[in-house]
């Protein structure tokens, strides 16, 4: 703690002007120290702990130095008393008290004498409004008040305002989400008023609009972010002759611009982006002859590809109106007209297809442009060069989809600004111009010519350029990855070769190369050695039919991020060095030959690890740490057998969002520590040896997307982000699981994995009942069983599984009733209960059971209703009296067909055993042999029984 008393042997140079106390932990006491500050002008105490009213007043010999001009408070705990003790300051000309506890109705006349003070800032309070003493002079000379991150009450918004000042130049008061509705009227006294700012306030409504002609003053008027999600009032707009610049951005306005636009003639910026506005360019836009900036972006309106609405602007510079749609008009294929413009930017796409057509003829006559988008519009001809060499200040130009075709030619003089060139998606064929390449592009940063039907091979003129992102994926591009790939001078980025068909050798790539991307090739051998002797940070070689090891040799503080290296056969095991890298957060060696176990990644952060489609057989014994990062583990399809026990504890308490372990020799009981992986959104164990009973704790797993990693929920940038930020920002694009799910496997990519969530247990053998608690994962999505040996009763509860779209509990030895419940769930589209001991009625033909048929309940032979064949209430048969005679004939018919075939029976006997005796000597003798046995058996019985019988008789 400073001592600051005279006592303490410390006092303040008294000719002191200007005093930076900020960012300490100052309390009010400490104020008191600045008393004797007669010469101070400028005084900074914010970010301390000032709180309260400070409890600091003349009588106790305090008085703030009376020459003080700027007071900056800001980031205290100051109250609404605070204000009074600031009277007397008459010099004050800024005073800044945002981020403190001033709350509700603030009584200014504390401020009332203050007649300097033109800069007054109390955002991010919670203000609700403003009151003054009676008879209190007002802050005359006040020009910029900031009410930014308020609550200011719109019902006394006018009141307020005329308590302040009457004199405000510059208002802003955004983020207030207002209380009760404000009107344009309410700033009508601000007859000085030429800047209003009132972005992001949820409750504004288009009402405001309505009297905005009041405002005559106004020069700037900001209200972006409000979504108002109405129309743009036709008020009288035309009273705003002032007004120079308008930013409506993201509102939810539809319809059509106001006609009243039209008189806004001294209006040089307009941004209506991100809004429904509709409608064709005509009189309103074309007499705002004072425009420089104009964005429509994502919008609906009507653009002329003649682009003559614009015809009388001679100031425009900037046009952005991606998202729009860009139609063919009547002057589109008349004579060429001459702007009176030169653009700086242009960046315009259609949401519709059109019919090809030229370039807009207006481009003939640009020569300032520093950046050009046009992305999306279907042209004719080939890549417009003539373009290029006319604007040599060009920066960025994008012609992606496109539909250019011809070749790239290189252009006859350098361009020394150029950064970066977008022409992927069209149909451009030929070879990539080599020659003098990096003479004329000595600074292009970014090339992407992916999408295209480019041949040929690589030249070595890009290794030496300065490039950051090359991307020619989707070529017919030839060659071969070659050893001196790293071995030029200058510094790569980013490079793609994608779904090309490259054989031969490569061109040179640097040695402090950052990304490779040469995946979706056809690509053989083995990698460089050396490739990971360089500053590396993302590696994709997948889908590709490379062999071979993966090189080893990684430095642990190598920088590698990411490494995709799927779909080739590489063999062996995978390197230790891998598991070692402190960067890595990306893995990716699914479907080659790799084979041993699962090494460790104790000392990684990995996030991302794909190993399916492997020859792996087993998991090492300390696989992760308690505070692992990882998100995704996809082990499926390899031949690891044993538990999984110890590899569960270790993800514990990890972030884990999938777990894939389908299609191995895994045996044991599922281990209840699964339970604890509470972020889970997918689990597979299917096709495994599991045994014993579901843990319980399964349903107490929410299993729902609100723990998803944010890199799965990304959303892609804009076109300087797309290249300059990719590696970072579009990684979730590629990333995948493979999933089955209404009776089908499903690879999810993306941001759709944000949007499934599931349970595959299904061809193990799992034993016990179902538990009842799983009917709790009211979030998921598919829940398959079968194929086990699971007994007793579906339970009634799985009738919450409001979400669930398919449900398989077919191949078991289930009994009882399918509960009734169950039709009520609505999104159920695949629902398998086949081959059970189910019996009595299928739920109700209705709702979605309504669409399953027969084959969702075969194999259960005591089941009925619709739409099995067997009714649950059969009709009994009656047989009417009249039919006597025809079931004596039915008699008759009978004992005839009986009489017939047993003649026919026992003569074919006959036959049968005397061809058989005549044919085989030894059966003949020993048939008569037992026949004369027989014969003499029963003669002899029948004698001693007849003269038993007579004796008997005798007697």
């Known amino acids: ?72 408070l800001s980031h205290n705990s100051l109250s609404n008393e605070f204000v009074s003790s600031l009277s007397g300051l008459s010099r004050l000309q800024y005073l800044r008290l945002s981020y403190n506890q001033l709350e509700g109705a603030i009584n200014i006349s504390g401020l009332s004498t203050l007649s300097n003070l033109t800069n007054l800032d109390l955002s991010y309070n919670k203000i609700h409004y403003f009151v003054a003493g009676q008879g209190s002079k007002s802050l005359s000379r006040l020009d910029v008040l900031n009410l930014d991150g308020n609550m200011i009450d719109g019902k006394k918004l006018r009141e307020s305002l005329r308590a302040l000042s009457s004199s405000i130049r510059d208002l802003y008061m955004c983020w207030n989400n207002f209380k009760g509705t404000i009107l344009a009227k309410d700033f009508h006294d601000l007859k000085n008023l030429e800047d209003l700012r009132l972005d992001r306030n949820n409750n504004m409504e288009n009402e405001f609009f309505e009297s905005i002609g009041n405002l005559t003053s106004l020069k700037v008027l900001s209200l972006t972010y409000s979504e108002i999600n109405d129309t743009l009032p036709d008020a009288d707009w035309s009273k705003l002759k002032k007004l120079e610049e308008l930013n409506l951005i993201q509102n939810g306005f539809e319809g059509f611009l106001p006609k009243s636009f039209i008189n806004m003639t001294s209006l040089r910026k307009l941004d209506l982006s991100q809004n429904h506005f509709m409608g064709k360019f005509d009189s309103n836009i074309a007499s705002l002859t004072s425009l420089e900036y104009f964005d429509f972006t994502e919008n609906q309106f009507e653009v002329p590809a003649s682009f003559t609405a614009f015809a009388n602007h001679s100031n425009l510079k900037f046009i952005y109106g991606k998202g729009n749609k860009v139609i063919l008009d009547s002057q589109h294929s008349l004579q060429t007209w001459i702007p009176k413009f030169q653009l700086q930017e242009l960046s315009l796409s259609s949401t519709i297809e059109t019919i090809s057509f030229w370039l807009p003829k207006f481009l003939l006559y640009q020569k300032d442009l520093i950046s050009l988008d046009i992305s999306s519009l279907k042209l004719e001809g080939g890549f417009p060069h003539w373009l290029l060499e006319n604007n040599t200040r060009l920066i960025e130009v994008a012609f992606r989809n496109c539909s250019l075709s011809g070749t790239m030619q290189i252009p006859l003089h350098p361009f020394l600004e150029l950064q970066s060139i977008d022409v992927s998606n069209n149909t451009i064929i030929g070879e990539i111009p080599s020659k003098n390449i990096s003479y004329i592009y000595p600074n292009l940063r970014y090339l992407n010519m992916s999408r295209n039907h480019i041949q040929g091979s690589i030249s070595r003129e890009f290794g030496r350029m300065k490039l950051y992102s090359l991307d020619l994926s989707h070529n017919q591009l030839s060659g071969e990855i070659s050893e001196d790939i790293f071995q030029a001078r200058h510094q790569l980025n980013i490079l793609k070769l994608s779904h090309n068909k490259l054989e031969g050798p490569i061109f040179t790539i640097p040695t402090n190369l950052k990304s490779l991307s040469l995946n979706d090739n056809n690509f053989s051998g083995s990698l460089p050695s050396n490739i990971f002797n360089t500053s590396i940070i993302s590696l994709d070689v997948s889908n590709n039919h490379l062999v071979g090891k993966i090189p080893g040799l990684l430095k642990k503080n190598s920088g590698l991020s990411k490494l995709r290296m799927s779909n080739n056969h590489f063999e062996g095991f995978i390197p230790l060095e891998l598991t070692q890298l402190e960067d890595l957060k990306y893995l990716y060696l699914s479907q080659n030959n790799l084979i041993g176990f699962v090494p460790s990644f104790l000392n990684s952060f990995v996030k991302f690890i794909h190993l399916s489609n492997n020859h792996l057989t087993g998991l090492s014994k300390k696989m992760f740490t308690g505070n692992s990062p990882l998100v995704m583990l996809d082990l499926s399809y390899n031949e690891i057998s044993g538990g999984i026990q110890d590899m569960i504890e270790d993800l514990s308490y990890s972030k884990l969002n999938f777990f894939l372990l389908k299609g191995n020799h895994i045996t044991g009981d599922i281990p209840k520590q699964l339970c604890q992986l509470i972020n ?153 209960v086949a081959y059970n001991n189910l019996s009595g009625p299928i739920p109700e033909w209705t709702n979605q059971f309504a669409t399953f048929e027969e084959t969702s309940y075969e194999g259960n032979p005591f089941l009925c209703g619709t739409p099995l064949p067997k009714s649950c209430h059969p009709t009994p048969t009656i047989i009417p009296n009249d039919l006597d005679f025809d079931k004596d004939n039915d008699r008759l018919v009978d004992m005839y067909v009986f009489y017939v075939s047993f003649v026919v029976s026992y003569t074919l006997a006959l036959l049968t055993t005397i061809v058989a005796l005549y044919i085989n000597h030894s059966w003949r003798q020993a048939w008569f042999y037992y026949t004369q046995l027989v014969t003499l058996n029963c003669y002899y019985f029948i004698v001693d029984n007849f003269y038993w019988f007579c004796n008997a008789k005798n007697m």
């Open 680 to 832: 889970l959104t997918m689990l597979d164990l299917s096709d495994n040896k599991f045994l014993g009973e579901i843990p319980h704790c399964l349903g107490t797993m929410p299993f729902d997307n609100n723990n998803l990693d944010p890199l799965l929920k990304a959303s892609k940038g804009s076109f300087a982000e797309e290249y300059s930020q990719a590696p970072s920002q579009l990684e979730h694009k590629k990333e995948k699981a493979s999933f089955t799910s209404k009776k089908r496997i499903d690879t999810y990519t993306g941001s759709i994995l944000a949007y499934m969530s599931g349970i595959d247990l299904s061809n193990n053998k799992l034993k016990g009942n179902i538990p009842y608690e799983l009917g709790n994962l009211t979030r998921i999505q598919t829940l398959n069983l079968s194929h086990n040996d699971l007994i007793g009763q579906i339970p009634d509860s799985f009738s919450r599984l409001v979400q669930i779209e398919s449900l398989d509990l077919s191949f078991n030895k289930l009994s009882g009733e399918v509960p009734s419940k169950l039709n009520i769930l609505t999104s159920l589209e695949v629902f398998s």
């Open 1 to 72: 703690m400073l001592c600051l008393s005279e006592n303490g042997g410390f006092k303040w140079p008294t000719n002191l002007l200007d005093l930076w106390l900020s960012h300490n932990s100052l309390s009010n006491e400490f104020v008191s120290s600045l008393s004797g500050l007669p010469h101070l002008q400028s005084l900074h105490l914010s970010f301390n702990q000032l709180e309260g009213a400070i409890n600091i007043s003349e009588n106790d010999g305090f008085k703030w130095p009376t020459n003080l001009q700027e007071l900056w």
